[in-house]
Antibody, heavy 117, light 111 residues
Framework: EVQLVESGGGLVQPGGSLRLSCAAS????????MSWVRQAPGKGLEWVAN????????YYVDSVKGRFTISRDNAKNSLYLQMNSLRAEDTAVYYC??????????WGQGTLVTVSS | QSVLTQPPSASGTPGQRVTISCSGS????????VNWYQQLPGTAPKLLIY???QRPSGVPDRFSGSKSGTSASLAISGLQSEDEADYYC????????????FGTGTKVTVL
C-alpha cells in the first residue's frame, strides 16, 4: 500500500523557518518526481515545488523562490521542504504527492503550517 | 493566482448529470494534458482523471473528462450524494518554466 506521511508542521513566527518531511512507502520512491502542494485555509490548491528523481532538477512557484528549498533522500525514501523567511501568506496545509503520468497520483494527509505572531 | 478558471459552484439532484468547465490558455491546457482532482471535505485531494480523459484504477466510470482547445470539462453522470466535494482541474504550464497550475475549484452540491 502506497503511503505518504508528512510531518514537521506547526506554529512559527513571521520570518521564521520550518522543515517539512514526507516519508514514502509502498512504491519505488526513487523512480518518481515528487511535489509539494499547499492549500491555505478555505482556499484552493497551489503547487509549490517539485524535484526530479535524482534531485538534479527543481522548480518552484514564484512566490516561494529564494525562500523554500525542496530536497530528497532516496536512501531514506524521504522528501523535504525547507521553508525560510516565512510569511503569513504561507499559512496552509502542505501536501506531498508523487507525479505519475503528468499528474499527482498519491497524496499524503497533509501537515498544517501556521505563520503568526 | 490561478490561471485556470472554473465556476465556483455546481449542483444537481441524485441521478442527474453535472458538468464542470475549466478554461485556460495556449500555454497550459492548449499545450498539455488536463487532470482533475476530487477533494472530499477534510481530506486530501484524490486524482480523478488524468491525461484529459483517463480514469485511475478504482474511479467509477460515472466520471469522465474531455478537452477541446484551451478548455476542458469534467462530467459526473448519475450524481450521488458521496460526490459532494470540491473539484479542481490542473495542467502543466509551458510559460511558467515547469510549473503546475490548478484551477480555481468548483464546489459540487448534491441537492
Amino acid at each position: 500500500e502506497v503511503q505518504l506521511v508528512e510531518s514537521g508542521g506547526g506554529l512559527v513566527q513571521p520570518g521564521g523557518s520550518l522543515r517539512l518531511s514526507c516519508a514514502a512507502s509502498g512504491f519505488t520512491f526513487s523512480s518518481y518526481w515528487m511535489s509539494w502542494v499547499r492549500q491555505a485555509p478555505g482556499k484552493g490548491l497551489e503547487w509549490v515545488a517539485n524535484i526530479k528523481q535524482d534531485g538534479s532538477e527543481k522548480y518552484y512557484v514564484d512566490s516561494v523562490k529564494g525562500r523554500f528549498t525542496i530536497s530528497r533522500d532516496n536512501a531514506k525514501n524521504s522528501l523535504y521542504l525547507q521553508m525560510n523567511s516565512l510569511r503569513a501568506e504561507d499559512t496552509a496545509v502542505y501536501y506531498c504527492a508523487n507525479e505519475w503520468e503528468l499528474a499527482h497520483d498519491y497524496w499524503g494527509q497533509g501537515t498544517l503550517v501556521t505563520v503568526s505572531s | 493566482q490561478s490561471v485556470l478558471t472554473q465556476p465556483p459552484s455546481a449542483s444537481g439532484t441524485p441521478g442527474q448529470r453535472v458538468t464542470i468547465s475549466c478554461s485556460g490558455s495556449s500555454s497550459n491546457i492548449g499545450s498539455n494534458t488536463v487532470n482533475w482532482y476530487q477533494q472530499l471535505p477534510g481530506t486530501a485531494p484524490k486524482l480523478l482523471i488524468y491525461s484529459n480523459n483517463q480514469r485511475p484504477s478504482g474511479v467509477p466510470d460515472r466520471f469522465s473528462g474531455s478537452k477541446s482547445g484551451t478548455s476542458a470539462s469534467l462530467a459526473i453522470s448519475g450524481l450521488q450524494s458521496e460526490d459532494e466535494a470540491d473539484y479542481y482541474c490542473a495542467a502543466w504550464d509551458d510559460s511558467l518554466n515547469g510549473h503546475y497550475v490548478f484551477g480555481t475549484g468548483t464546489k459540487v452540491t448534491v441537492l
